[in-house]
């Protein structure tokens, strides 16, 4: 069996649904389907879950009568987003009737609170409800593929989520799949129908709906395909290929065919936007090729994300990626080395504070703790920095704002000589300032950390120094 993920664009009108299923149709192992909700038409557009967040908003605000009218009205958008896909596909108007119920469904749990188990009805909270509400876009976009395809006379089925154990942790807006999962959904090998996931998210132990962090339809095909052991897992998009560089920042970059799976880790990580961040860890333990296509053009062979590549030989860099929104902590203490549980105790002040930190590139007498932003305010900053002072008695502790991270991505260059110095000579010539090179234990990428305004450059300097001989 294949499992195929089909994004938002892919979803986003009658023309591209009707591609959707005619590339479901054209290959009779594309049993498990998972579906985005509906993204952008055009770039003005606004995606259905965006949409549906707006309406989470203003619904919490309905104590207020003009937010009443406010929310009835943004209700209409999105009934009316799924109608004109529904009339353009002449369907059956069952269905959009459907989709309206299941709103308000939704939002009069928040109205009148939540039955649970024990008969007990309890009020829904802020973040339980905004789930709720966001994962109705792929739950609608689900039953509005499923209808069509039964339509036209195909065996197709709505998959419910919970029906087949998607079980997840209960961190709203961020949730984990939970390890039991995998072999509830592994009974989904025994469904005969072509079955239509909503992607993006699954139930709490409780029964509570929960979604994964943004763009999550992603991590939803990969726990189906490491649950079910699929022999693919194909994730359609609006791109033929994943490039060596971002598009935006350099003109035609070239299509990469294959590349590892820890190639794509560090790459999504340090911003390529291709897949979720979280999606390679499922199918990489199983060993599951991932193979991103363009519904748009599905001839086209793609990307392919596997567990080895041949020729890292010959192609020792595959990728440049760079990501703003970093900040480093500098510290330094004579005799640091030295000092046994340092290391230990600064990273503990990170954990009491509830913060993540992403590496520590370290020197003798000296540590550097980079942490993206959006983990750390900057009241928590100030703090973390005073009890770095005041509890580790250091000789200083600063902080480096406005810093970006430039991954140079290629399994096995480390072991070939002059990889790292052709990259910063080509930094250097174009005037980048280095702050920061770590390249650890990874065999996989030298990262740079620079100031963000170079970022840019950065990438033009890597791509030309690696990519444009
Ligand atoms: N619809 C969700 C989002 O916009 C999830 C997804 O498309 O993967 O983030």
Redesign the pocket.
């Known amino acids: 069996m294949k499992v195929v993920k089909f994004?938002?664009s892919s979803l986003a009108d009658a023309a591209h649904i009707k591609q959707v299923c005619s590339i479901i149709l054209e290959d009779r192992q594309r049993r498990l389907v998972v579906v985005?909700?509906p993204?952008k038409r055009f770039p003005e557009d606004t995606?259905?879950?965006?949409m549906l967040i707006e309406l989470a908003n203003k619904y919490m605000e309905t104590e207020n009568p003009s937010y009443q009218e406010e929310s009835e009205k943004q209700l209409q958008l999105i009934v009316e987003r799924y109608r004109s896909i529904a009339v353009e596909l002449e369907m059956n108007m069952d269905i959009v009737t459907v989709i309206e119920a299941d709103l308000r469904k939704r939002l009069a749990l928040r109205k009148n609170g939540k039955r649970h188990d024990d008969g007990i009805v309890r009020e829904i909270s802020d973040e339980q409800f905004m789930d709720l509400m966001?994962a109705a876009?792929?739950d609608n976009s689900a039953k509005l593929v499923a209808s069509y395809l039964i339509g036209l006379g195909i065996n197709a089925q709505y998959i419910n989520p919970k029906d087949a154990g998607m079980i997840l942790s209960k961190e709203y807006g961020n949730a984990r799949v939970l390890p039991h999962s995998y072999e509830t959904l592994n009974k989904l090998n025994d469904n005969g129908n072509i079955m239509i996931f909503p992607?993006?998210f699954g139930y709490s132990s409780d029964g509570d709906v929960v979604t994964?962090s943004?763009?999550?339809?992603?991590v939803t095909g990969a726990v189906l395909a490491a649950a079910v052991k699929a022999s693919v897992y194909e994730n359609f998009t609006d791109v033929d290929s994943v490039y060596a560089a971002n598009p935006n920042i350099i003109d035609n970059p070239k299509p990469i065919p294959v590349f590892t799976y820890a190639e794509m880790r560090e790459l999504s990580y340090a911003g390529f936007t291709v897949l979720?961040e979280e999606t390679l860890e499922q199918v990489y333990k199983m060993g599951i090729p991932v193979n991103i296509k363009n519904t748009n053009n599905p001839k086209a062979p793609g990307t392919f994300i596997v567990n080895e590549r041949m020729d890292t030989d010959s192609v020792p860099v595959v990728g440049i990626a760079a990501d703003g929104g970093f900040f480093t902590i500098n510290v330094t203490k004579y005799m640091m080395n030295r000092e046994i549980g340092f290391g230990r105790r600064l990273l503990h002040i990170l954990e009491d504070e509830g913060v993540s930190y992403e590496h520590t590139p370290s020197g003798i007498d000296s540590i550097c703790v980079i942490i993206r932003n959006k983990n750390c305010s900057v009241e928590i900053r100030n703090r973390i920095i005073r009890k770095i002072y005041n509890d580790l008695k250091v000789d200083s502790v600063s902080l480096h704002e406005n810093i970006a991270i430039v991954m140079l991505v290629g399994q096995g260059m480390l072991k070939r000589i002059g990889v790292a110095s052709r990259a910063t000579g080509a930094l250097s010539k174009a005037g980048v300032n280095i702050s920061m090179i770590n390249q650890g234990s990874s065999e996989v990428s030298i990262m740079f950390g620079i100031d963000e305004k170079d970022s840019l450059n950065a990438v033009k300097a890597l791509y030309q120094e690696f990519f444009e001989e």
């Open positions: 994004g938002g985005s909700a993204g995606k259905v879950t965006d966001k876009g792929e992607g993006f994964f943004r763009g999550g339809s992603d979720h």
